[in-house]
């Protein structure tokens, strides 16, 4: 049973960076042919997907976020990472991973989630 787990800081200064990774348990995140992905859930909004790296190593990224994201993995550790910078009070959101059969598909098709980690941008 695959498990993810999101951690990071809570709250962040606007124009900073901040890091969030993603731990997974259960199965390997270089197992064919599965891509990890980041979703996020501002205040009163939809979900967002961010990016994603997929089983190969290969990233993805949402043409929105691409200048401020990156996403990378640590494969001894099992795990992937996000790291968004130059962030501003509208980057306050949940920020889930999620594992899916691509990268950015549509919602229904992400079976596995992590339980989802909050992040306020505030001074």
């Known amino acids: 049973q695959v498990q993810l787990q999101e951690s990071g800081p809570g709250l962040v200064k606007p124009s900073q960076t901040f890091s969030l990774t993603c731990s997974v348990s259960g199965g390997s995140i270089t197992t064919n042919y599965f891509f990890w992905n980041w979703i996020r859930q501002a205040p009163g909004k939809g979900l967002e997907w961010m990016g994603a790296?997929?089983?190969?190593?290969?990233?993805y990224y949402s043409p929105s976020l691409k200048s401020r994201t990156s996403i990378s993995r640590d494969t001894a550790k099992n795990q992937f990472t996000l790291q968004l910078s130059s962030v501003t009070a509208e980057d306050t959101a949940v920020y889930y991973c999620?594992?899916?059969?691509?990268?950015?598909?549509?919602?229904?098709?992400?079976?596995?989630w992590g339980q989802g980690t909050q992040v306020a941008v505030s001074s």
């Open positions: 999620a594992r899916a059969l691509g990268p950015g598909v549509g919602i229904p098709n992400y079976l596995k």
């Open positions: 790296i997929g089983y190969s190593g290969r990233t």
